[in-house]
């Protein structure tokens, strides 16, 4: 448990919604986390039921009330993005932690960044940088899959968007990594605060010699005629740094994860490559691992239940992907019929970085597997998940046929 319990149950919650769970620790000694939230879901837990833990909080696991919540910017406000109250930035991530219609002031800003021409620029970045990653790890016959690839692709393509020297992409790894995944609130706390710290001396700079970047974009923009002031700079710069270099790294993580248990459909992917976009799609779908947090604007009825303005829920976006309707949607099924799933949000805060992640897991799909087409998990290698506003596999050892030279 990271965060204090709490200590009296709210007068509206019925103890019969009580269940002892810890959003921040999940049962998933295989590496599977959506097949975890399955399970949790399944265990015969109410659809919303209320935790003590990190300081009391809801728990949405119908894939309806999921939907619900996310949609409903009105009833559920986004300035809360975790559990519990007090381990939220200050000043807050914009516009991740806005509600509309502020919030589509600031996601303005960001939206020209990922128009398709731009994603296209940096998709051709990311194919070189991809290609020369894997062709140096191939005659290995083995990595660590996360720490030599599954972070790299992504936080270079960021780190060119923004202009940051890429000198410094260990240690924004290393302050996205306590931020997200901390071992202590301090950590959390600390690390918001390094973040900040260095990405206003950017903003800074860039205001002083302005170039074609993201960072001066921003450091020049002007919301109802005025530049912006610290703080939401802060929490933009923050949003695209942390968004960014660790949901596409995670991703990448649970995709591998599977494909090297799975020859059958590593083999699928290789003989039928015209399947590629819709491969993308179904592992979006499958492997989503964020745990979004919403806030109880007012007053409210959610599946018979009574929740209180200022009540926190915790919304695990791949129960938004499993229909309860007795189809098999834990298997991967390439030529499964597209579904809207949840894996980007829904509602006001649809992912704005969508396209770029299809973009970056299409990459890896075509080049790795044109390079390694057969790999494995290292025997003995241990899966273990960590979960924090995003769920990810810290260390994925790999081993492959080396090459004969």
Not at 379 to 388: F, H, T
Request: hydrophobic share 45%; charged share 25%.
């Amino acid at each position: 448990m990271l965060y204090p319990s709490r200590e009296h149950l709210p007068d509206h919650v019925a103890p019969a919604l009580v269940v002892d769970y810890d959003t921040f620790v999940v049962d998933a000694p295989d590496g599977d986390f959506a097949a975890a939230m399955v399970r949790l879901r399944d265990s015969g837990v109410p659809g919303l039921f209320w935790t003590q833990r990190n300081g009391g909080h809801w728990v949405a696991t119908g894939d309806g009330q999921v939907r619900r919540i996310l949609e409903d910017a009105e009833t559920f406000s986004s300035r809360a993005m975790r559990v519990p109250k007090s381990a939220n930035p200050v000043p807050p991530i914009i516009p991740l932690m806005l509600d509309p219609p502020d919030h589509h002031k600031y996601r303005r800003l960001i939206g020209p960044a990922m128009t398709p021409s731009k994603v296209q620029r940096l998709e051709d970045s990311a194919r070189i940088l991809s290609i020369g990653l894997i062709e140096a790890l191939e005659p290995q016959g083995h990595c660590e899959f996360i720490g030599d690839f599954a972070q790299q692709m992504p936080i270079a393509i960021f780190m060119g968007m923004l202009d940051l020297p890429p000198e410094d992409r260990g240690h924004i790894m290393g302050i996205v990594d306590r931020i997200i995944r901390p071992d202590v609130p301090e950590t959390r706390m600390r690390g918001f605060e390094e973040l900040a710290g260095y990405t206003m001396v950017k903003v800074r700079e860039r205001r002083a010699v302005p170039g074609e970047d993201l960072v001066s974009q921003l450091a020049l923009a002007r919301i109802d005629g005025e530049l912006l002031d610290d703080a939401p700079l802060q929490g933009l710069m923050s949003v695209l740094l942390l968004a960014g270099l660790d949901t596409v790294a995670g991703m990448l993580g649970f995709i591998v994860r599977f494909l090297a248990t799975s020859p059958r459909h590593r083999r699928q992917l290789r003989e039928e490559p015209a399947l590629v976009n819709s491969a993308i799609e179904e592992f979006l779908r499958r492997m989503a691992m964020v745990n979004l947090t919403r806030e109880v604007e007012r007053d409210t009825e959610l599946g018979g239940v009574t929740l209180k303005r200022g009540d926190l829920i915790v919304v695990p976006t791949p129960l938004g992907n499993f229909p309860q309707d007795g189809q098999d949607w834990l298997a991967v099924d390439f030529q499964r019929p597209r579904i809207a799933h949840a894996t980007f949000g829904a509602g006001p805060h649809f992912c704005l970085g969508a396209m770029l992640a299809r973009a970056e897991i299409r990459i890896f799909l075509e080049e790795w597997l044109a390079r390694i087409p057969d790999f494995a998990i290292a025997e003995g290698a241990s899966l273990k998940v960590q979960v924090g506003a995003a769920a990810m596999i810290p260390c994925l050892p790999l081993v492959w046929p080396a090459a004969a030279k």
